[in-house]
């Protein structure tokens, strides 16, 4: 057998294998169920998201460097490296689709219910909508990324600056597979869905800090300020209007931050409307 089908095959099973072992723990009481429930939140989560993500790509990394008898004999070449990340990705898909028609044929009075998948199908046509969510699969490095800045770039700022640090099982963690009628596709997409929209959330709660703390400063573009107020909420509720000049800045950056002795959030942040409220009293 060739290599690489070597490759495909031990990827597939080490993947839906490591799913099933998920569902088997869930059934198996409180050990199991706390085990699980571990695993939906903070780091821990981050670890499984990982390994079902980027796992493949990591494992075919180190067997296309040390082990592959085809690597040494095409001396490391990009092509052979394409093709292991390749091989990867191509069983990352094949274990998804196997474990929704899995999960669905376990589910069947859900299956032939009204689902997420099969209305969308109708409205847009079941390829356009195959497609289009397999394409989004492109931002799981990004997200990925996005993540690993929250975890090793961010904390730094906090020892520095005094920039507020998260609980990170308030932002990162799952729960859509509490919902009911969730099944194959509609699942899988939902609760990497539920993973995404916490780490932006929480990159954007980390650059709300950032901004108003280093570039407390309006957009001469209307329109710009406009649009990013909703995720910048202090462009209209401090910031230092696009006329205005420098010593306007430097007098709200005194106002705002008098000082080291507490945490330098956005105007906005928790904290300051902790403080705000206990002054009043």
Not at 94 to 121: C, D, F, Q, Y
Request: charged share 15%; net charge positive.
């Amino acid at each position: 057998m060739h290599p690489l089908l070597w490759f495909f095959v031990a990827c597939v099973v080490g993947l839906l294998l490591s799913a099933i072992v998920f569902h088997v723990l869930a059934r198996m009481g409180k050990f199991g169920n706390a085990i699980c429930d571990a695993c939906t939140k903070g780091y821990l989560l981050d670890l499984t998201v990982f390994y079902f993500t980027h796992g493949p790509w990591l494992a075919g990394i180190i067997w296309w460097w040390n082990c592959d008898p085809l690597v040494s004999r095409l001396h490391h070449s990009f092509a052979s490296f394409a093709a292991v990340i390749g091989t990867a990705v191509l069983a990352q898909m094949v274990t998804l689709v196997l474990w929704s028609w899995m999960h669905e044929a376990m589910n069947p009075g859900i299956r032939k219910g009204p689902r997420i998948v099969s209305t969308l199908n109708r409205r847009v046509g079941w390829f356009r909508n195959h497609a289009a969510v397999w394409w989004t699969a492109w931002a799981v490095p990004l997200f990925t990324m996005i993540r690993l800045g929250e975890i090793l770039l961010y904390p730094p700022l906090h020892w520095l600056v005094r920039l507020p640090k998260y609980n990170v099982n308030e932002w990162i963690n799952i729960s859509r597979q509490k919902f009911s009628g969730l099944v194959g596709y509609d699942l899988i997409w939902c609760l990497y869905c539920d993973w995404m929209t916490g780490v932006w959330s929480l990159g954007s709660e980390m650059l709300r800090n950032v901004e108003s703390f280093w570039c407390p400063i309006k957009y001469s573009s209307p329109e710009k300020c406009e649009k990013c107020c909703i995720d910048f909420p202090d462009i209209n509720g401090g910031w230092v209007d696009a006329r205005g000049n420098i010593a306007e800045v430097a007098e709200l950056l005194e106002k705002k931050y008098p000082g080291p002795g507490g945490l330098n959030g956005w105007f906005g942040h928790p904290t300051r409307v902790e403080l705000t409220v206990r002054k009043t009293d």
